[in-house]
């Protein structure tokens, strides 16, 4: 996922975005699509396994009816993100 960088924040130019599953949601509103490649039925929700335009695997919980090869959108609040620079180390 490629974000732009604020011009009011000192920060390395490539970190990595890191999000727990369980703080991101469907959300047909989102510029964030992937396709479903694995899909399980947890009897209440069903678990999403989604693969992004560039190959990035990411899992999400859902309701309703999906299938193999649906497209989707997925959010997540800006509060819920880890940001980590190219060694590892959180940065915020």
């Known amino acids: 996922i490629h974000l732009e960088k604020p011009p009011n924040i000192d920060v390395p130019q490539?970190?990595?975005l890191g999000i727990r599953p369980d703080d991101m949601k469907l959300d047909e509103?989102?510029?964030i699509r992937g396709k479903i490649v694995s899909?399980?039925?947890l009897g209440h929700s069903v678990l999403?396994?989604?693969e992004l335009e560039k190959g990035e695997k990411i899992r999400v919980q859902g309701e309703g009816d999906?299938?193999?090869g649906d497209t989707v959108s997925i959010s997540f609040s800006a509060e819920r993100?880890?940001?980590y620079d190219n060694t590892?180390?959180?940065v915020s």
Do not use: A, M
């Open 66 to 68: 999906y299938s193999l």
């Open 81 to 83: 993100v880890f940001l």
């Open 48 to 50: 999403l396994f989604v």
């Open 88 to 90: 590892g180390i959180l």
């Open 14 to 16: 490539e970190l990595t």
């Open 39 to 41: 899909l399980e039925n």
């Open 29 to 31: 509103k989102s510029g």
